[in-house]
T-cell receptor, first 115, second 113 residues
């Protein structure tokens, strides 16, 4: 079946602009996660949704970052007033639930470059 | 806080060599442990996992054993292939933490014929 998809695959923007990154999870998966991966590093947790609500947004670096999942499926990560330091690969993952050891399935990522 | 430390790469091996990639963790309680792999040009994929002490995860010839006494989850494979060339990430999810993953920095493996 279809995996997790993310659009766009690449995004180039200028410092100060607003961007939206989209994630389509696997159908039926209630848990959705966003991570950010900088070059040469492992992914870092940003935010977790269970259904429509953000259950844990402790990883969002500041108030320029915001994410929504209004119907409990597709999620959008929004970044305001982008900075060069926001350049990274943004990964989305979904899982059927959030039980112990539940496998997360990752999308291919959106590579964001802020000039 | 919770963290994962894995050996720095790159690791360069000849085909059919034995592979070990070390991973140790710091966490409260009993986390679940994972190895994810990222092949060139592809997304992260789960390779194997273990959810309790002394469990062994295995897949595609790779193995890792959850060692509570040494807080380790080392990845091993008896005979690597060129197709195993990838970046390997060790990760944990802490109990009660909504299963969010904490990753190590990754170890790049290059296997030569």
């Amino acid at each position: 079946g279809a995996g997790v998809s993310q659009t766009p695959s690449n995004k180039v923007t200028e410092k100060g602009k607003y961007v939206e990154l989209r994630c389509d999870p696997i159908s039926g998966h209630t848990a959705l996660y966003w991570y950010r991966q900088s070059l040469g590093q492992g992914p870092e947790f940003l935010i977790y949704f269970q259904g429509t609500g953000a259950a844990d947004d402790s990883g969002l670096p500041n108030d320029r970052f915001f994410a929504v999942r209004p119907e409990g499926s597709v999620s959008t990560l929004k970044i305001q007033r982008t900075e060069r330091g926001d350049s990274a690969v943004y990964l989305c993952a979904s899982s059927f639930g959030s039980g112990r050891g539940e496998t997360q399935y990752f999308g291919p990522g959106t590579r964001l470059l802020v000039l | 806080g919770d963290s994962v430390t894995q050996m720095e790469g790159p690791v360069t091996l000849s085909e059919e060599a034995f592979l070990t990639i070390n991973c140790t963790y710091t966490a409260t309680g009993y986390p679940s442990l994972f190895w994810y792999v990222q092949y060139p040009g592809e997304g992260l994929q789960l390779l194997l996992k273990a959810t309790k002490a002394d469990d062994k995860g295995s897949n595609k010839g790779f193995e890792a054993t959850y060692r509570k006494e040494t807080t380790s989850f080392h990845l091993e494979k008896g005979s690597v292939q060129v197709s195993d060339s990838a970046v390997y990430f060790c990760a944990l999810s802490a109990p009660g933490g909504y299963n969010k993953l904490i990753f190590g920095a990754g170890t790049r493996l290059a296997v030569h014929p």
